[in-house]
């Protein structure tokens, strides 16, 4: 049993444990290094971990209020996670690493069935090695569980294409539609992304499968009603849920789950401008100044967008390599029989890589450089499928050639990468640069040293064709991360901190931005000093009065020092109230729930800009003693002065008294200004 099955080289499964013993060490080592990591995530975890409604609509607070700008799938794993294993740091990433080292492990047995064992490490290593993934594996964002869900497609789909039965209920169909309901819960997790793989999918089955030509077209279309019924059920249960019993979804402009999947998660993304981000309620805002389609997260939009300095690092060190590997094998199989099992998986992964690739390359809207580790697995896989039938048709006459080709330009583009931070272990890049070309020679002359000493050189171009984007990818876990933009390599490449960007604004998915110098002081350091009773353990020293500069849409100070600041943390943990705070928009709202253990309600959502609650619902919500405290600074994120967040700022400092807890301005909303 160690050695596997009959007819599999000695080799292969103990290569299997040791790639996923591997991964594990890389995905899980060092694991809370990050902390909370993005806290927008991790406070909606909290919230499911606490509340099984907030974790069914993935809420962003226990007391339902609003959800995050995401459908739930992703916090549905960190939230049960939460449950089982008691909330922590650790609780939320681990299921991330997890998915990591079943992904791997996954798209090694896909790759092995149409190309052997061999190219199944090979593919499972370069995906697993690739920097992206490593960071994103680490962390508590949902592409995690969005790449396991298309490896899971992807595997279904090669099992469809291998399998014979020519009914309506046969075995291709089967398979088929287990794809269908995993890319389904990969919309449920990331909405339209999940769809970008279904072109290269259904092109392979409909080439390839066994079966007549109307059982394979069948076949798609039960496979394309089995992504309906996976993702609709969940759409249909939220437009059916009476409305003012669960949280208003978040992002979207009239509380419905299925206009964030076309608006701002879906149209939005592709074309950008006003739409982009404006669909967060009535806050639109187009990119800051200079930034079009917010070019400062992944640069200008264009064919060579994932070569840039923001995304070449994340995934493009065997990209040009992989294109290369898929021109080649495609053309090396193109006279093949149609149920050819290696063409299928060119057209597979390639089409994989093409569509998501070029999506990535000219979206007009946020792009993140992280979004990028849905190229991983097909990079990996194409990589392997390519080398091994590159390698097993030596006698072809472009077939070393190509492959020199691969490993010398693999080598020149790790050298480009590693340039780009000079500072950071300056001999690599001349390692990897000189190693690649030495490999080179020998495969592109064929000679009899070369062909007796394969392993030898095969293993020689696996260690520098995966050098750079290894020790990058160490980096990348050695290196903590937050926000919502986190940025994989060494500490030297994170031009602009970790997560961070200048601006002084918060940014899509919970990013967080240095706020500018000169922020204006909170509270006044002459008023009289007061106190809060906060129950059996004593009082809070507070200030009366208090600036209020930091109002919705100004970006100052309070939004970025109000979750660490300690004073406001412990006036949290005594409030029993259904919110324990409000504040406008998630800045710091996610920090002071996880930091506290309080529900705190981010007023208008993510940007602030969302239309919940209006003023009526939360005048509602004081009334009743729901929300205990209202802490000023928060913003809205193009200042919209109309938003349901600025209104409520205005009631609120006009109605009740300001304190100054720590540095925060923050108003005891059950002590309204006496008359």
């Known amino acids: 049993m160690v050695f596997g099955a009959d007819g599999q080289p000695r080799w292969a499964r103990p290569g299997l ?33 606490r509340s099984w409604k907030a974790l069914l609509f993935g809420s962003f607070d226990a007391g339902n209020a609003i959800t995050v700008d995401k459908p739930p799938a992703a916090l549905w794993v960190m939230g049960l996670s939460g449950k089982l294993l008691g909330f922590s740091q650790w609780s939320v990433l681990l299921p991330q690493a997890l998915m990591g080292v079943v992904s791997v492990g996954l798209l090694a047995a896909t790759v092995r069935r149409p190309s052997g064992p061999g190219a199944g490490l090979l593919a499972g290593a370069t995906a697993g090695l690739t920097p992206v993934a490593v960071l994103i594996f680490r ?80 076949s798609l279309a039960l496979a394309c009603l089995a992504v309906v019924v996976s993702a609709g059920w969940y759409i249909a249960l939220v437009e059916l849920w009476p ?16 206009q964030l999947a076309v608006g701002y998660n879906g149209l939005g993304r592709i074309l950008g401008g006003s739409g982009n981000m404006g669909s967060h309620g009535s806050g639109g805002v187009d990119a800051p100044e200079g930034m079009s389609g917010f070019a400062g997260f992944s640069g200008s939009s264009g064919l060579t967008r994932l070569f840039n300095p923001e995304m070449g690092g994340e995934i493009s060190w065997l990209l040009p390599a992989a294109l290369i590997g898929l021109a080649a094998g495609l053309w090396l199989t193109r006279r093949a029989r149609r149920t050819d ?37 097909a990079i990996g896989a194409l990589i392997a499928l390519s080398v091994r039938e590159l390698w097993s048709r030596a006698a072809h006459p472009a077939a070393r050639p190509t492959l020199a080709l691969m490993a010398a330009g693999t080598g020149a583009w790790s050298f480009v990468l590693l340039n780009r931070t000079p500072d950071w272990l300056p001999w690599l890049r001349w390692t990897v640069l000189i190693g690649s070309i030495l490999v080179a020679l020998p495969v592109i002359a064929g000679s009899r040293a070369s062909r ?32 919502g933009n986190p940025l994989s390599g060494p500490a030297a490449a994170q031009s602009f901190g970790p997560g961070c960007m200048p601006g002084g604004a918060p940014g899509e998915d919970g990013d967080r931005f240095t706020p500018p110098s000169g922020a204006a002081p909170e509270g006044d350091p002459a008023a ?21 500069d930091g109002a919705p849409g100004n970006g100052h100070g309070p939004m970025f020092a109000s979750a660490n600041n300690a004073e406001l943390v412990a006036l949290l943990e005594h409030s ?71 209104q409520i700022s205005a009631w609120v400092k006009s109605h009740f008294t300001a304190l100054t807890v720590g540095a925060s301005t923050v108003y005891d909303l059950s002590r309204p200004v006496t008359a």
Request: proline share 4%; charged share 10%.
């Open 528 to 548: 009289p000093s007061g106190e809060i009773t906060t129950g059996p353990t004593g009082v809070i020293p507070v200030q009366q009065g208090g600036t209020g």
């Open 17 to 49: 444990i040791g790639l996923l013993a591997v991964t594990a060490v890389l995905y899980l080592w060092d694991l809370t290094n990050s902390g909370w990591a993005n806290e927008y995530y991790s406070a909606a975890a909290q919230a499911g971990s």
């Open 576 to 646: 029993d109230a259904r919110w324990a705070a409000a504040t406008v928009g998630a800045g710091s709202a996610g920090g002071l729930a996880l930091n506290s253990g309080k529900s705190v309600m981010a007023i208008g959502g993510f940007t602030g800009s969302d239309d919940s609650p209006t003023l009526a619902r939360f005048q509602t919500y004081v009334s009743a003693g729901q929300v205990r405290y209202f802490i000023d600074g928060g913003m809205v994120m193009g200042g919209n002065a109309d938003s349901s967040g600025s």
């Open 243 to 258: 409305a003012d019993s669960r949280p208003f979804i978040g992002g979207s402009t009239d509380n419905s789950l299925w």
């Open 341 to 377: 099992r290696t063409r299928a998986a060119f057209v597979l992964w390639g089409g994989w890589l093409l569509v998501t690739g070029v999506t990535f390359s000219f979206m007009g809207g946020i792009v993140h450089p992280y979004y990028t580790v849905a190229l991983a697995p």
């Open 139 to 218: 962390f508590d964002n949902p592409d995690a569980l969005l790449v396991l869900l298309l490896v899971v497609a992807a595997y279904c789909t090669v099992r469809a294409i291998q399998a014979t039965g020519d009914r309506v209920w046969s075995a291709p169909t089967g398979w088929l539609m287990l794809a269908g309901v995993a890319v389904g819960f990969g919309f449920l997790t990331k909405m339209m992304q999940a769809f970008l793989i279904l072109p290269g999918l259904g092109l392979a089955f409909l080439i390839a499968a066994n079966s007549s030509l109307r059982q394979r077209v069948l």
């Open 452 to 483: 007796r000493y394969a392993a030898v050189l095969a293993l020689a171009g696996v260690l520098f064709g995966l050098g750079g984007a290894s020790a990058w990818a160490i980096a990348t876990a050695a290196q903590p991360h937050s926000g």
